[in-house]
């Protein structure tokens, strides 16, 4: 298992809930099944005997496989494509952060007075009122995490004017300052520093793009406990 450390040229967005019908508010926890999508899409690019209307025998589409044995076991993909599914990809995420628990509780005046816990009745700096957060925390503080909206729309191309129903803004992360990283096990030497990576929606628009900027085996984690009971929390 290696750990693929990255960073982001450009804003990028994944979607979640809607804020409201016209507002889309980007993820903060990218799931590896959207970087399993985006590396697939970038195989069937270089695929010469890619056809986005063919299904796979199974009725996919855009599905990576070896669609013929003889063509394709000359072409440098080969292994690649025969090995794409069983390649298991972790989350995205900023890299030495945990996800912030239901049971952390933060200060309300003051962020930076650092994480309480469901015990707390109030802050202890400033004895002042908690409040429930979700995010990313590092370092025993909440992980700022830069936004960007942008508001988009369609024109129609009888009236000129703005179609209607398609004026809706997009709040994308931006936070080149922030390394991220997520899990990864397929054929070795698969990643190069500087590879470009394109994750998530709108990548056609300059959205999404991520530099690789270091490789490293992921350590096994050792975990003990000298009581009878023993606490986990999922990461995925």
């Not at 990218?30 to 890619?50: D, F, H, V």
């Not at 796979?56 to 589409?61: I, S």
């Not at 503080?141 to 009236?159: C, E, H, P, S, V």
Request: proline share 5%; hydrophobic share 30%; net charge positive.
């Amino acid at each position: 298992m290696m750990l693929v450390s990255v960073i982001c040229k450009t804003p990028f967005f994944v979607g979640k809930k809607r804020l409201r019908d016209n507002v889309l508010l980007s993820r903060e926890d990218i799931p590896g099944s959207i970087i399993r999508a985006s590396l697939a899409k970038k195989i069937l690019r270089n695929c010469p005997l890619y056809r986005p209307q063919d299904m796979d025998p199974h009725g996919r589409h855009n599905w990576v496989y070896v669609r013929d044995v003889e063509t394709c076991s000359s072409c440098n993909q080969y292994q690649v494509c025969n090995s794409f599914s069983d390649w298991k990809i972790g989350f995205l995420q900023p890299k030495g952060a945990m996800p912030v628990t239901p049971e952390d509780r933060i200060c309300k005046m003051n962020k930076q007075h650092g994480f309480h816990s469901a015990q707390d009745p109030h802050c202890r700096e400033c004895a002042g009122r908690l409040e429930n957060i979700t995010g990313w925390k590092k370092d025993g503080q909440l992980l700022k995490i830069n936004k960007m909206r942008t508001t988009r729309t369609a024109i129609d191309r009888f009236t000129r004017t703005a179609r209607d129903g398609t004026l809706h803004t997009i709040e994308a992360i931006y936070s080149p300052d922030i390394t991220w990283e997520f899990e990864w096990e397929g054929i070795p030497d698969y990643f190069q520093i500087g590879d470009l990576i394109e994750i998530g929606k709108y990548t056609s628009s300059g959205y999404g793009e991520f530099i690789v900027t270091d490789l490293r085996p992921k350590e096994q984690q050792q975990y003990s406990s000298d009581s009878s009971s023993v606490k986990l929390f999922l990461t995925s």
